[in-house]
């Protein structure tokens, strides 16, 4: 500690220099409002120094009625820094694709302000609003103001957490869905099983309009649902023309890179065949002016992304290649109904649906929940021969 309560921050100090905006300097900032942030910098510094954590393993705390939603967490060295002895996260379910008026904005900085430390992330991983640091005591208090407010907590623990989508048709002429409906109807549609975890493990959902994926649906969703389309690109020549005539040299750019080579160009016409187009979003992406996605939408759902503990990475592999958009909250509702069954059932306790599929093999999972296999679900068939046969097809 030195003059005025202001710890020393040396070496953090040195991260007020340089032209990214400062984390270190909008806590100082904040520290006028809330006097948590004196010690967090004080106990940050000292992790700076001596190069190690210091939070207390866990933490375990909440709002009465739900078993998830705050992450407790309290300092190692809290004789040191008391006012971050607790320093409790609690999340916030955000508005789909993250829109704000000021004045929700207003609201929830007035709250953080009575009850936290007025640190935040914007946002979390996952997508909730962060509230950066509170005590045990102001829990209750700052979600009775949440709930007033308009605002529930999102998810943590093994639970369903709170799902994300892209900005979708909000702002994006390749959507092809609604991802903010989809993604608002199935966190109210599952607000049980956010709040109160009953599974093996973390279950996530996120929303993507296109394969673009701008939210990584693909690598950090358990369920992925990517937006996709079945008839053909459409095509306005005329804006290709443009393109051609701007400069862009169409061969090169677009039709050497389509991944199927499923485009040619003479000089004149782009000709797409269709069929063999696998929807990579690159010639769209080069000429938005010109293509768009097909007018028959609807989504691509996957299955089993994760990070690696325990049995590895994954990315989502496809369980269904195409639903229309009409159909898909109710096609999501039962296959999320039957993937909980069966992961509620047989997995493992903080096993992930994806490593329960890899335990089981896809074959035993499609059986359970009811699908039958089809080619687009792998990338290659088996290279090796230990091949399993049911009783009855093995005479
Ligand atoms: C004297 C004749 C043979 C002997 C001693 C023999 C021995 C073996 C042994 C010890 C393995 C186990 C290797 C391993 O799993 O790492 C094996 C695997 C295998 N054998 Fe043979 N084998 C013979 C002939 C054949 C023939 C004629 C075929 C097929 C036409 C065949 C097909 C296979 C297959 C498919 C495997 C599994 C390959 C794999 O590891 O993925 N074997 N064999
Ligand atoms: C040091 C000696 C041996 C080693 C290191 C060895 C190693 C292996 C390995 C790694 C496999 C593959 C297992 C799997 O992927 O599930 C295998 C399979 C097999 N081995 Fe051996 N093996 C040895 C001796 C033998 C002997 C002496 C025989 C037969 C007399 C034999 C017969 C087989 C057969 C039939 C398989 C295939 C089993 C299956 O497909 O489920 N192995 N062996
Ligand atoms: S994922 Fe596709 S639809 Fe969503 S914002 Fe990105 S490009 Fe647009
Ligand atoms: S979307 Fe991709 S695969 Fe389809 S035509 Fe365009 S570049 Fe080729």
New binding site residues.
């Given amino acids: 500690m030195a003059e005025n309560g202001k710890p020393k921050t040396k070496l953090l100090d040195e991260l007020e220099k340089g032209p990214w905006p400062s984390f270190v300097t909008e806590i100082k900032k904040t520290s006028d409002v809330s006097p948590m942030c004196d010690d967090l910098l004080g106990q940050l510094e000292l992790s700076y120094e001596e190069k190690k954590g210091h939070w207390k393993h866990g933490g375990i705390v909440g709002v009465l009625g739900y078993g998830g939603g705050v992450i407790g967490r309290y300092s190692d060295v809290p004789e040191q820094f008391p006012k971050v002895a607790h320093f409790h996260t609690m999340r916030v379910n955000q508005p789909s694709g993250w829109f704000y008026t000021s004045d929700a904005l207003r609201t929830l900085c007035g709250i953080w302000e009575r009850h936290g430390s007025g640190l935040t992330n914007m946002h979390g991983s996952t997508g909730d609003i962060i509230f950066l640091g509170t005590k045990t005591d102001q829990l209750e208090p700052a979600f009775a103001e949440l709930g007033a407010a308009g605002f529930d907590l999102g998810g943590s623990g093994s639970c369903m957490r709170t799902p994300s989508c892209c900005v979708g048709p909000a702002r994006c002429e390749w959507a092809c869905y609604d991802t903010m409906k989809i993604c608002n109807d199935l966190t109210q549609a599952y607000q049980d099983e956010l709040h109160r975890p009953p599974f093996p493990y973390k279950f996530k959902i996120k929303c993507a309009g296109c394969p673009n994926d701008c939210v990584a649906a693909v690598a950090r969703a358990d369920l992925s649902i990517i937006g996709m389309w079945k008839d053909d ?1 459409r095509q306005d020549d005329a804006a290709v023309a443009e393109y051609a005539a701007a400069g862009l040299d169409i061969q090169k750019d ?1 039709c050497d ?7 040619s160009w003479d000089g004149q016409t782009l000709t ?1 065949e ?1 069929s ?9 992406n080069v000429m938005p002016k010109a ?1 768009r996605p097909g007018k028959e939408r609807g989504a691509a759902i996957l299955v089993g992304s994760k990070a690696p503990i325990v049995q590895g990475a994954l990315l989502s592999s496809v369980l269904v290649p195409f639903v229309p958009e009409a159909e898909l909250f109710e096609t999501l509702q039962e296959l999320i109904k039957r993937i909980w069954e069966f992961w509620d059932e047989y997995g493992k306790n903080r096993e992930r649906v994806g490593e329960l599929i890899q335990r089981v093999g896809m074959a035993n999972f499609l059986d359970a929940i009811g699908l039958d296999p089809a080619p687009e679900m792998v990338t290659a068939p088996r290279d090796n021969p230990y091949i399993f046969l049911q009783k009855e097809t093995a005479k």
């Fill in positions: 690109l677009v890179r389509c991944p199927t080579r499923c485009m797409i269709n063999e187009c696998v929807r990579c979003m690159h010639c769209i293509l």
